[in-house]
């Protein structure tokens, strides 16, 4: 039986050490606070993040890092993206042997514009971000501790990594595909947070589907855009973690980034909004970062502009999408055929 540490007992973490638990693993789920890791074990739920659902009597709650990773096959961080550095420098001191390492967090370190398995590959010594494995998706823990159907894509540039994680979650209900495109699997699960703040706030405004159709799909086309330039794959963004990542988060009562965005429409400031939502919403801080990015590598990103002056400008929504409205005429399919002649012309 193969040890498999999930690291953060957030939603997802839970959601995800249920499923592992489902394929007869030894699975232990770390968190930081004591407080947690008590309630947890004393009542089977995890009353903040997944109230409805009890946690399986065989999943073992740590809140030692080094007790917790000791002796594990796979290590799987699931921790906000803020969090991932100071948490890989404690790993690196603990990794006595070589793990798989696994991650299944969405953004991108505004300070660096590095990649989430980039940060990771940097804090442990023993390791390259090439062998890192992300694990992306259309994915709501809810519906994952439910046990609804749901498809994920594990991806790396070590094949046998992205085959033995594909091995540890795929059960009945969690369908898991590979693939060697780990810059567009990230990028489509970071970038997507932006685009489901952008669907919040036209539903907020009270417009309909015509709108949010629009942002969805012309989101996709910013986000393939800037992903191609930093060498991802066009035709990811075809697939889960491109266009059903951003269905599931741009349609869902379930996302925040698509409640705060929602706020924002209604014309609350971002700080109420995070107090009412209790909880990180990885969409704003991805934004502040993809707005930098974008600028550095000089490629055309207006939604995500938009929202950004909206979070951090005090821009307000209505007039935001009055002048993504009013941009100047052009072809549909320039983006497409531009990124594809970049691409392929040689």
Sequence with gaps: MSKVTVLGAGSWGTALSMVLCDNHLDVCLWTHRSEQKDLMQRTKKNERYLPNITLPDELVIEDHLEEAIDGADAVVIVVPTKAIRSLAKRMNAFLKHHPVIIHASKGIEPETHLRISEVI?????????????????????????????????????NK??????QDLFMTQYFRVYTSSDIIGVELGGA???????????????????????????????????????????????????????????????????????????????????????????????????????????????????GIYSAIFDNRSAKEIVDRLMARDRTNEMDDISSILSDRYSN
């Design 191 to 305: 970038l997507k947070n932006i685009i489901a703040l952008g669907a919040g706030i036209s539903d907020g405004l009270g417009y309909g589907d015509n709108a949010k159709a629009a942002l969805i799909t012309r989101g996709l086309a910013e986000i393939t855009r800037l992903a191609a330039d930093m060498g991802a794959n066009p035709l990811t963004f075809n697939g889960l973690s491109g266009v059903g990542d951003l269905i599931v988060t741009c349609t869902s009562v379930h996302s925040r980034n698509w409640k705060a965005g929602h706020l924002l429409g209604q014309g609350y400031d971002i700080d109420d909004i995070l107090a009412q939502l209790g909880m990180i919403v990885e969409g704003i801080r991805t934004t502040e970062a993809v707005h930098s990015l974008a600028k550095k590598q000089k490629v055309d990103m207006p939604i995500t502009d």
């Design 121 to 157: 590959g940097s804090e442990l010594s023993s390791y390259s971000a090439d062998e890192i494995v992300a694990l992306s998706g259309p994915s709501h823990a809810e519906e994952v501790g439910f046990k609804h159907p749901t498809t994920i894509t594990a991806a790396s540039q």
């Design 160 to 165: 046998n990594n992205t085959l033995f994680t």
